[in-house]
């Protein structure tokens, strides 16, 4: 490759360093397979309205400690760190999210940008529980899904892509957590996302945390598979003339690797009941690696 992959992620778990940074490190391994890479890392939940208007005024944006004042202490801020990944390096930093784009505005800003793929991670908040900064968020998953930008929305990312496309989301009574077997149906056994649960044509059994639900698949999207507690958990957006975009929507979360969950635990970020749980293996890496191919034959 002529320079390393560049990635743009909205990092919504940051509060929780095991399933955050932890998480991210999970999501971007793959992809260093193929060499360095680049990630932008994207906090709006805790961002001033300056750096917002600093990101659409300049583009590109690092942030400083004074521009998220609603950084969670419990987690310490740092502006851009290495992360050794075999052979190759992962470089992380902390960019602004524009406020106050409209969809054309931010497809410019997003081009400008030049990445190579956009990822949604999980979050404590709830698409059902609505917050300003949500807004630029679903703008920049929506023009990224529907542009031709390899796109994964995780967890709340998955809602919140969903939700942007016209989705029904809504709010359970109790959260849903385990790991439990997606059913493929015949779009889904034979999508790029789950090539390697082919042979045996069984479904992927993940890892699922979450009280939001998506109720009613985008016009735009078609549905992949569904859980036992979660019709739609897993989509794939489509052009206007119904043909396959590299973007999709998952329920789950690929990136809970059990040595996280197992750390998650020892950190009292999540419960014992929790943790147990989540003990089963569970096919999310191979998700992963299949979304990393994507992104690589784009770049090709």
């Known amino acids: 490759m002529s320079r390393a992959m560049r990635v743009l992620l ?3 778990l940051v509060e929780r360093s095991e399933f955050g940074h932890g998480g991210n490190q999970e999501i971007i391994l793959p992809l260093s397979d193929f060499g360095d890479v680049e990630v932008f890392l994207l906090t709006p939940q805790m961002q001033t309205i300056e750096s917002g208007k600093c990101a659409a005024n300049d583009g590109l944006y690092f942030i400083s400690r004074e521009d998220v004042p609603k950084w969670d202490e419990g987690y310490e801020f740092w502006k851009s760190c ?21 969809d054309e505005q931010m497809l410019d800003w997003l081009n400008k940008m ?44 998955h809602q919140l892509l969903c939700k942007s ?7 359970a009574d ?12 015949e779009h889904g ?49 489509l052009d206007s003339n119904d043909r396959f975009m590299p973007a999709w ?9 059990k040595h996280r969950i197992e750390r998650a635990y020892e950190w ?15 096919d999310g890496a191979g998700v992963l690696e299949s979304f990393a191919d994507v992104v690589r034959r784009h770049m090709a």
């Not at 929507?249 to 990136?255: A, I, K, L, R, S």
Request: net charge negative; aromatic share 6%.
């Open 10 to 12: 909205l990092d919504l």
């Open 82 to 102: 290495v992360v050794p990944m075999g052979d190759n390096e992962a470089r992380f930093s902390r960019i602004a999210l524009p406020f106050g784009f409209d």
């Open 114 to 157: 030049d990445v190579d793929a956009v990822v949604c991670s999980g979050s404590r908040r709830n698409v059902t529980m609505w917050e300003d900064w949500m807004e630029g968020a679903a703008s920049l998953l929506r023009v990224a899904s529907t542009s031709g930008s390899p796109t994964l929305g995780i967890c709340f990312g």
């Open 165 to 171: 496309l016209g989705s029904e989301v809504s709010r």
């Open 174 to 185: 109790k959260m849903s957590s385990g790991i439990w077997e997606m059913e493929l149906n």
């Open 189 to 237: 056994l034979s999508d790029e996302l789950f090539v390697s649960r082919r042979d045996n044509g069984k479904g992927p059994e993940v890892v699922y945390s979450h009280q939001d639900h998506v109720m009613t698949v985008p016009g735009n999207c078609i549905l992949l598979g569904s859980a036992e507690h979660n019709r739609v958990t897993a989509v794939r957006v």
């Open 249 to 257: 929507g998952v329920q789950f979360h690929p990136e809970a690797a």
């Open 268 to 282: 009292g970020h999540i419960s014992k009941e929790e943790m147990l749980s989540f003990q089963k293996e569970h």
